[in-house]
């Protein structure tokens, strides 16, 4: 597969977001500063250009589509701006029909897009309450999500129809599960101290995530997460982050 047209991806290694357009990039066979250039913004210090240039919002990820082949930092005015996770997915999986990033069969475009906004409103919001100290009951959101997302799932492979082609369900839920293993297993958060650890190692026990587990095991050995995802950065940057009272 190659791009018809100059692409740059800024992105951010920290962002759960930027990781989801990282992994439907790599899905499709593209090389990182190969085939199309990524760009690292620091989202403490982003450039002065970026706001006006690339995204208003001042967000990650945003891709610069067309127009003159140039570098991240100096972006042409041809080129046009996309900016919001889930739109690039879609535009990822438009730009490579053949990737099976988004089903050819409309039932099970519905089911991606059905297993993306039950993560958003169930696992998303009880991740982040369980995060910042600010769940009521523990981890029990958390586990409940997983239970529902996994009755979504077939009983085998990935997250849609029978399993076997990665999708943008996928790539959408992948980061934030990520990002919860360095979080729970390193107990980093504003919950009392070890509620991370006892979570993660009820997830990884506990028969009624067995579906989950295999999941995440046979996400984790492709190659597009071993390559767009540093768990030794992440782990560094969130033991900076989170601190408790």
């Not at 208003?56 to 046009?80: L, R």
Request: aromatic share 12%; with cysteine; charged share 25%.
């Amino acid at each position: 597969m190659a791009l018809l047209e100059p692409l740059v991806l800024y992105t951010a290694k920290i962002c759960p977001f930027a990781h989801r357009v990282e992994l439907a990039l790599a899905e499709t066979g593209l090389k990182s500063n190969k085939d199309f250039e990524r760009y690292e913004i620091d989202l403490k210090n982003k450039p002065v250009w970026y706001q006006p240039k690339i995204n208003p919002a001042s967000k990650v990820p945003a891709i610069a589509y067309g127009g003159p082949k140039v570098t991240g930092d100096q972006p042409s005015s041809e080129s046009t701006k996309l900016a919001e996770s889930l739109v690039l997915l879609e535009f990822v999986a438009d730009l490579f029909p053949n990737s099976h990033l988004l089903p050819k069969d409309p039932v099970l475009r519905a089911k991606a897009r059905f297993f993306i906004d039950a993560f958003a409103n169930k696992f998303a919001p009880a991740s982040f309450a369980f995060q910042g100290g600010k769940s009521t009951n523990g981890a029990e959101g958390i586990f409940s999500a997983i239970e529902q997302l996994q009755d979504l799932m077939p009983p085998e492979g990935l997250a849609i129809g029978d399993g076997k082609d990665f999708t943008i369900a996928d790539a959408a839920v992948v980061p934030f599960f990520a990002r919860m293993e360095v979080s729970l297993k390193n107990d980093f958060g504003v919950y009392p101290e070890g509620e991370g650890k006892k979570a993660w190692e009820t997830l990884q026990t506990d028969g009624r995530f067995a579906r989950w587990r295999k999941y995440w095991e046979t996400v984790k050995a492709r190659e597009s997460f071993k390559t767009t995802f540093d768990e030794d950065y992440l782990t560094k940057q969130y033991s900076t982050r989170w601190t408790r009272a």
